[in-house]
């Protein structure tokens, strides 16, 4: 019946019959042709692969009714010893991007709405959290996040959210792009765990939220607002850019810092010297109103102390334990000495 086209739904649908009454002679390997002929002429059948073949001609357009063949697969081991239930969905969600259908979503509250797959099994999270590893290992790193937030794994959901903020941070925000979507993703998820209890170490929570901060400081920058941005830096503790603050002190900080924060000090230093180096511009060529009299004494002391400022950001770079890449030692260097 399988090999008839005109005949193939009836051969599943009686294959699922037998199966049902355990009547059927299954193959060792999943990866077997569907039908295998062995030396004492009893046929063999790939049960499992006759379902996963049969559904794809409806998977996409029709994933709840997939769901409904798949789950007669539960129980059943793939090549990995994978459930093949588990692993089925995985490839229905990556493909069909039902997300929020198939599995549910979150609500704004941290509730997670049940998706289809609730009404078949009890264990919905180890299901959810086996889609989103599979994600993960396909390196569909934004999916794995929701998923993983999905699953209530807040740990891993910052884990790769810090790794790919890390990577953008710096960059400028133009819509649509990688930055611009991350950043978006963040914030929602960031807005979320500030007001609803979630399970994510306090480490990965500094880091998530120090990035975020960051990205903000870096925004300003790019839109020329320099005071807003040197705001946000000297909030950040970063730099020794407070009264107070000594060098030495942020080098010993800086060694406490995630990597994912680390890599983003050579981008840090030079947006926030080229702030200085702009701010000191500006003081130079800045002329008092017709009828005010100069006041050369308070724009000599705010060019010295921005003068201090790009020095200490200098011994800074010199000191932390952090290979630069390129030439930012180089153009750090240059802009202190455009300052005198």
């Given at each position: 019946m399988w090999r008839v086209q005109q005949l193939k739904t009836h051969a599943v649908h009686f294959a699922i019959a037998l199966y049902d009454q355990n009547l059927l002679n299954l193959t060792n390997s999943t990866q077997a042709q569907i039908l295998v002929s062995v030396p004492e002429g009893v046929h063999q059948l790939n049960f499992p692969r006759m379902v996963i073949s049969y559904t794809r001609r409806f998977a996409l357009t029709d994933p709840r009714e997939a769901l409904q063949y798949f789950y007669l697969l539960k129980g059943l081991r793939g090549p990995h010893s994978e459930d093949l239930f588990s692993s089925c969905i995985s490839d229905l969600v990556t493909e069909s991007r039902e997300f929020e259908m198939l599995l549910g979503k979150v609500e704004d509250d941290g509730t997670r709405?049940?998706?289809?797959?609730?009404?078949?099994?009890?264990?919905?999270?180890?299901?959810?959290?086996?889609?989103?590893?599979?994600?993960?290992?396909?390196?569909?790193?934004?999916?794995?996040?929701?998923?993983?937030?999905?699953?209530?794994k807040h740990n891993k959901v910052l884990e790769i959210l810090n790794r790919l903020l890390s990577q953008v941070v710096s960059s400028p925000c133009?819509?649509?792009?990688?930055?611009?979507?991350?950043?978006?993703?963040?914030?929602?998820?960031?807005?979320?765990?500030?007001?609803?209890?979630?399970?994510?170490?306090?480490?990965?929570?500094?880091?998530?939220?120090?990035?975020?901060?960051?990205?903000?400081?870096?925004?300003?920058?790019?839109?020329?607002?320099?005071?807003?941005?040197?705001?946000?830096?000297?909030?950040?503790?970063?730099?020794?850019?407070?009264?107070?603050?000594?060098?030495?002190?942020?080098?010993?900080?800086?060694?406490?810092?995630?990597?994912?924060?680390?890599?983003?000090?050579?981008?840090?230093?030079?947006?926030?010297?080229?702030?200085?180096?702009?701010?000191?511009?500006?003081?130079?060529?800045?002329?008092?109103?017709?009828?005010?009299?100069?006041?050369?004494?308070?724009?000599?002391?705010r060019k010295n102390h921005l003068r201090q400022l790009a020095r200490a950001l200098i011994t800074f770079a010199g000191m932390i334990p952090y290979q630069m890449p390129g030439d930012t030692n180089a153009r750090l260097v240059q802009m202190d000495v455009l300052m005198g």
């Open positions: 709405k049940p998706g289809c797959v609730d009404k078949f099994k009890d264990d919905t999270q180890d299901v959810i959290e086996f889609v989103a590893t599979k994600a993960e290992q396909k390196g569909l790193y934004e999916d794995a996040i929701r998923l993983y937030d999905l699953a209530k133009v819509p649509h792009t990688d930055r611009d979507r991350l950043q978006s993703l963040a914030v929602h998820i960031a807005e979320r765990y500030r007001s609803h209890p979630h399970t994510a170490s306090g480490r990965a929570s500094h880091t998530f939220f120090l990035l975020l901060d960051t990205m903000q400081f870096f925004d300003h920058y790019h839109a020329k607002r320099w005071n807003e941005a040197l705001e946000v830096m000297k909030q950040l503790r970063l730099l020794p850019l407070q009264p107070g603050e000594t060098v030495e002190q942020k080098v010993t900080a800086f060694q406490a810092y995630d990597d994912e924060v680390r890599q983003c000090f050579p981008d840090i230093l030079l947006a926030t010297m080229s702030i200085l180096y702009n701010e000191y511009k500006q003081t130079s060529y800045s002329t008092p109103r017709p009828g005010t009299p100069r006041q050369d004494g308070g724009q000599e002391a």
